[in-house]
């Protein structure tokens, strides 16, 4: 499965104009096809899954930005420590003071987003806004530095609920940049969705699918 260029170039071409962050999601996708879109200048990519991300960092160039954009789990967060750049999908308190531990045994500070629920699924992770409020003791984990927000709209062709979600944690955002000065990242929008996600105020973007093409298997 070869990358899509042609796609890759109009996204960076229009994203230089908005100063978004292309996060290029890889999952699922062989270390040859990264190696393509490296090759045409792209640094930051996203990962799902916890070991493929540990393989691929080993084979791959050092000055690649290693995202995790998955479900994390507490018992593996220790595999990823020594190089992830940002983690997108912190959902727990818990999570976040093994990311400090792990982050301090390798002489770090680990870069996160705090995970808000916006989509009405149930099924999706993460914290509401009224669990955000209560979190209190960042300031103590010396080792993760929370730099902002991340969230994913409702999987719907209902584009104005998908913008109203997006609405939402931009409004959250908002409301925590004016209280934490290291808040400088909302992390929303995908391959579907990023349009509306940077008219709503996103400045990162996760992509998959649109540069890589369809996932073999989708998760
Ligand atoms: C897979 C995934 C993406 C990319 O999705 P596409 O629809 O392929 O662009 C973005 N964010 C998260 C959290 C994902 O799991």
Redesign the pocket.
């Known amino acids: 499965m070869a990358v899509n260029k042609e796609a890759y170039l109009h996204l960076k071409e229009e994203f230089s104009k908005t100063s978004t962050t292309l ?1 290029a ?1 890889s ?1 699922t996708k062989t270390a040859s096809d990264i190696e393509e879109m490296y090759a045409l200048g792209q640094r930051d990519f ?1 990962e ?1 899954y916890v070991q493929e991300l540990v393989e691929k960092e080993a084979q791959l160039p050092k000055d690649i930005r290693w995202h995790f ?2 479900h994390l789990q507490s018992n593996k967060v220790k595999y990823i420590a020594p190089f992830v750049h940002l983690i ?2 912190v959902d727990s308190f818990h999570l976040l003071r093994e990311i400090n531990k792990q982050a301090a045994k390798n002489n770090r500070i680990i870069h996160c987003l705090l995970q808000l629920h916006i989509a009405q699924e149930e099924t999706k992770f993460g914290f509401d806004e009224y669990e955000l409020t209560g979190l209190t003791g960042l300031n103590e984990l010396k080792n993760v530095c929370v730099v902002g927000l ?1 969230g ?1 709209a409702s999987f719907t062709d209902d584009t104005e609920k998908v913008r109203s979600e997006f609405k939402n944690l931009k409004s959250t955002f908002d409301k925590f940049e004016i209280q934490n000065s290291k808040f400088e990242i909302l992390s929303m ?4 969705d ?1 349009k509306i996600a940077i008219e709503e105020g996103s400045n990162m973007v ?7 093409g ?2 073999e298997y ?2």
């Open positions: 996060i999601v999952k996203g799902n954009i998955g997108h999908g991340m994913m929008g995908m391959s579907s990023y996760r992509i998959g699918s649109m540069l890589f369809a996932r989708n998760k």
